[in-house]
């Protein structure tokens, strides 16, 4: 049972670009949102979050947008950058989300790759 | 910039031996959590702690497993008798407020033999 759900496994963006990497969600009961960035052998680190009470958030070349209707959201990069290439993960809380009342449920991820 | 710390780094054991996960959070975090990532798959929840106690755990965290915080500064997994199942990367995180932003260590690597 996927609650959170990131489609494309990867993502291949040209240096300068805009890099958008999208995010479903299926349980109503989210209503705090997170983008984590992960390099191999290391542990995610915090990017962005949106509460459910915006629908958009942003911070730097960082945009995170949320869809409440469609339970959707999206995180925009603008410049990509050569350093952006890694795996986004999209993550959710909320009462009774199956992550805990406070632990996060993480989407599989989503593998950019900026090419120069 | 304060990070969360996490050793070791690799952990190879035998099936069925006990092992034992360590973690030192942030230092004025007052949440704690456990995930886990098994190679290929999504970072799972296992287990959140606060206030000397588990506040939510999801399935995966049986019997087998138990988290500790001994002292001011570490907090710990515990895995009673491993599986093979049980390898994956381990990550501990902490957060300052309750479904709030957490902040990950570089993880633990166990790998059950």
């Known amino acids: 049972d996927q609650q959170v759900k990131q489609n494309s496994p990867s993502l291949s963006v040209q240096e300068g670009r805009i890099s958008i990497l999208n995010c479903d969600y299926t349980?109503?009961?989210?209503?705090?949102f997170l983008w984590y960035k992960k390099y191999p052998a290391e542990g995610p680190t915090f990017l962005i979050s949106?509460?459910?009470?915006?629908d958009k958030n942003e911070d730097g070349r960082f945009t995170v947008f949320l869809n409440k209707s469609a339970k959707h959201l999206s995180l925009h990069i603008v410049p990509s950058q050569p350093g952006d290439s890694a795996v986004y993960f999209c993550?959710?809380?909320?009462?009774?989300?199956?992550?805990?009342?406070?632990?996060?449920?993480f989407g599989k991820g989503t593998h950019l790759i900026i090419q120069p | 910039e304060p990070e969360v710390t996490q050793t070791p780094s690799h952990q190879v054991t035998q099936m069925g031996q006990e092992v034992i996960l360590r973690c030192v959070p942030i230092?004025?975090?007052?949440?704690f959590y456990w995930y886990r990532q098994i190679l290929g798959q999504k970072v799972e929840f296992l287990v959140s702690?606060?206030?000397?106690?588990?506040?939510?755990k999801s399935e995966i965290f049986d019997d087998q497993f138990s988290v500790e915080r001994p002292d001011g500064s570490n907090f710990t997994l515990k895995i009673r008798s491993t599986k093979l199942e049980d390898s994956a990367m381990y990550f501990c995180?902490?957060?300052?407020?309750?479904?709030?932003?957490?902040?990950f260590g570089q993880g633990t690597r166990l790998t059950v033999v």
């Open positions: 995180a902490s957060s300052g407020r309750a479904r709030g932003e957490a902040f």
């Open positions: 230092s004025n975090h007052l949440y």
């Open positions: 702690f606060y206030n000397n106690e588990i506040s939510e």
């Open positions: 993550a959710a809380s909320g009462l009774d989300s199956g992550g805990g009342a406070d632990g996060l449920t």
């Open positions: 349980n109503s009961m989210f209503d705090y």
């Open positions: 949106i509460s459910s009470i915006k």
